[in-house]
């Protein structure tokens, strides 16, 4: 009989939707070879393995469902009969959450290719744009801007596309966006610390740079908060809500100077 990585016979399985979610699903020990824990994505297994995927079933087909999920609760940004545009959607979590939330219709925008879980790209409101890189986009590309306009990137400064994702948003659009600060403190920075910034003050400095950025389009700061869920590596990650026609409508300096402290609480509990 022919063996197969586990992997990929999770896949083979349909006990997952693809090979990200497959290795998380290993990585989270949620994954029983025989009755035992398998730890290893590479491990090979036959056809008439016993496999056995455990745990609560995920409401969302990636953690950036879940995250999106809290920030669009904790904003009271409502998705629903919106047309959304998703920045750096990879395998879909954000446009998952928009469409369980009611939005009439998604533009997922990466530069990546065949990441999207493929349930997902079958929904006949989604509107797939792959190896598009958003700095390049343009608006008639995608059919015009969005009502709600969301981006997860990562390994690119959100600073370098702040002014497209303006030009997304339109008129009047509401922007939410993940802040990863090892994305946003610089290479040299970020390289000192194997890539998990635990400074307090870095966070401050990426959330002060990101919002004076934010100043300098046409949009204004609505929000901040921390993501529920932490990010590679455990990294603290934070949501900015901001919206287009709109000065700041909070106080930016007291909202980042309570953002940090809260995370700071957090990383030592």
Not at 215 to 226: K, R
Request: charged residues 25%; contains cysteine.
């Amino acid at each position: 009989m022919t063996r197969r990585r586990l992997d990929t016979e999770l896949m083979r399985r349909d006990l997952a939707s693809t090979p990200r979610r497959a290795r998380e699903l290993i990585q989270a020990g949620q994954v029983l070879v025989g009755g035992a824990v398998a730890s290893k994505p590479a491990r090979m297994v036959a056809p008439s393995d016993p496999v056995v995927v455990t745990g609560a079933r995920r409401k969302f087909v990636s953690r950036g469902g879940d995250k999106l999920d809290a920030a669009l609760t904790n904003f009271l940004v409502d998705p629903r009969g919106k047309r959304v545009v998703d920045v750096g959607a990879s395998t879909g979590g954000f446009s998952d959450c928009v469409m369980q939330r009611g939005a009439r219709e998604v533009a997922a925008i990466d530069v990546g290719y065949g990441q999207l879980d493929q349930q997902i790209r079958n929904d006949p409101r989604m509107n797939v744009f792959e190896r598009t890189n958003v700095r390049y986009l343009k608006l008639s590309e995608i059919g015009g801007p969005g009502d709600l306009v969301v981006a997860d990137l990562s390994f690119i400064s959100l600073r370098t596309v702040l002014p497209r994702l303006a030009a997304l948003c339109g008129d009047k659009g509401d922007l939410l966006m993940l802040v990863k600060p090892q994305f946003e403190a610089g290479r040299v920075e970020a390289a000192r610390v194997q890539g998990i910034i635990r400074n307090p003050d870095v966070w401050r400095r990426v959330l002060e740079e990101i919002s004076e950025c934010v100043s300098e389009t046409c949009l204004g700061v609505a929000g901040l908060m921390i993501s529920p869920l932490r990010g590679v590596g455990g990294n603290t990650e934070f949501f900015m809500h901001s919206q287009a026609g709109a000065g700041d409508a909070i106080q930016v300096t007291d909202a980042i100077n309570k953002v940090v402290d809260e995370a700071k609480g957090e990383a030592m509990s």
